[in-house]
């Protein structure tokens, strides 16, 4: 069995004076957020194998307030075709996934992990699915689980989602912001 966490970059700067998108660092929230879900992550007892992680500056940051909380450094392998990928691009990367790595973490971008999710898990995959499909929120997490021996199996409508945490359900002041 494999089974594959991603977790999509916390909230970034919109106001920071950057001139490419890929170098957009996290606002205040988003680093709380992330530090707030890798404590989640550290307590729910979540193990990864293997870590790949867009290099976009947002995603960096990310996973040193997701390492701050967890404990750890995750430590991933930066793939540049994470970057704002779509979900065909993301399955040609966990496809190639090392093959002894049972336990993955896919760190990116947004449509990407969303339409990933509702390629992967079936139509009738539960209440689960339905949150992700109205939305997958900054520094959120899904984790699936597939019945196949090797990353090169993974295909369209054999996930299992087992986990879908938002940052607003682990503290509502991470919720989206009231204007």
């Known amino acids: 069995m494999k089974t594959l966490t991603l977790l999509r970059h916390a909230k970034s700067s919109w106001d920071d004076p950057v001139s490419r998108d890929f170098d ?3 606002n205040p ?31 960096v940051e990310t996973l040193e307030h997701v390492g701050t909380g967890y404990g750890s450094d995750l430590a991933p392998a930066w793939d540049q075709r994470i970057y704002l990928a779509s979900a065909a691009t993301l399955l040609d990367v966990i496809h190639e996934l090392p093959a002894g790595a049972d336990h993955v973490l896919l760190i990116g971008h ?70």
């Open 29 to 59: 929230k988003g680093q709380r957020a992330a530090q707030t879900m890798g404590r989640h992550m550290r307590a729910l007892g979540l193990v990864f194998d293997h870590a790949v992680a867009s290099p976009a500056v947002r995603v």
């Open 110 to 179: 947004n449509p990407g992990l969303e339409d990933l999710v509702l390629a992967l898990v079936p139509e009738d995959g539960g209440s689960l699915r339905e949150d992700v499909e109205i939305k997958f929120p900054t520094a959120s997490l899904a984790q699936m689980h597939f019945d196949v021996g090797d990353w090169e199996a993974v295909a369209l409508g054999l996930a299992r989602l087992e986990r879908f945490v938002r940052p607003r359900d682990l503290d509502p002041g991470l919720g989206p912001d009231r204007g």
């Open 24 to 26: 957009r660092p996290l």
